[in-house]
């Protein structure tokens, strides 16, 4: 009897021990899950053109598919196992005479790099910050970052490229309502080259190109701890033809470079070029171009044709692949010329056209938001056209498919303009 007593006195005090044990847990359960879900609900604010948290907490209601709301906030992951690299590459620089350029030259510097090179070739380097050539996104030969901060205390090409870095990075990670998401592995380079209107130099710089972009996707990979980086390469004019020549030197090295995107402004298609766009090396490939370019047709001096092409067309040996989409861009009533889809409207940039509706910004500033578009709504499409319209404060953005796939649509961003 007594050890019967003995066995439901244990058993009793054991249980009563389990309910409590069970409440503490659940309890601190709740609390800890409260302070985790303040701690990852937050609202972001701009601090010298860089975007930080602040302290206060940020909901918005969506209608889900049901229909009841239901409030989202902005998770900020610690840890991304994917970085994106992005790199803009100028076009070809004319020579036009400028005192003070030849001056420059004319005095050289015996410690500079280019000090053994051509009197031309240094010319022309010089001649990259002069004129209208410094209100594009520019710097010295080679890859080079580009830092997303102030604008202060910078030469007016250093102050153009973060301005269009800046800009690019705030509508890459913002939505259709302007609100803004933090992405911290975003990585934005210059690729500057000579510059010269010649088959053999785009080669040369594009092996540059492609050996300066493998080092750089190592280093990206080991200091930020990436499984993988996503490369992006936005071009303008020749500089479309230098990113091409990619696909003949993988061929020639065989490192299994990839470009995720390729997007090329105003790219004169040439045969000399055109077919490598077949080549795996680029993922998804994007022709920007405009009927009120000049420019991009005006090149038979590098090509073994009369002139050269604003699209890409089937040939007779193959298709265009479906990875590529033809952009043909507008501005209200009005066609870009070749300075405005990628430079800045300056004081000396004179074929800049004030009237322009997305002024004083390039289209190449909007790239985030046409293509978010374009690979959510019109992911087979293969020739468009894209009009951009200021409205206010806001942008409209109307897409037609050329080929009547797809239906005509309007987008209104609530964007401000940065």
Known sequence: MFKLKKIFVISFYFLLISIVALFSFSFFSKKNHKNNTNQDTVVLKKVKNSYVPSNKKFEESSNT???HKKSSSISLLNKQKECKLFVFIHGTILPYP????????LKGDKKSKLSKKSFHFKYLNNLRYKGIY???????PGLLKIKLCSEKKCSVQKKSSKKIANCYNYYLNSDFVGKKCLDNNCFYYNFGWPGHLNQKRRYC?????YKSLLKEIKRIKKKNKCNNVNVTILCHSHGGNVALKLADLEKKYKKNLKIKNLIMFGTPIQKETSNLIHSDVFEKIYNVY???DPVQVMDFVSTKSFYSKRKFHNNKKQNLPSKLVQIEVRCGKLKPMHNELWFLRGNWNLLYRRRLSIAPYPVLVFTPIFKKVIDKDYSEAVNLQLNIEKQKNKYKFSFKDLNDKYQSRKYLVNLPVT
């Open 65 to 67: 598919k049901t229909g």
């Open 98 to 105: 400028s005192f003070s350029t030849l001056l420059k030259t």
């Open 134 to 140: 410094k209100y594009q996104t520019i710097d010295d």
């Open 205 to 209: 710089a594009a092996d540059d190109l």
């Open 290 to 292: 405009s009927r009120g």
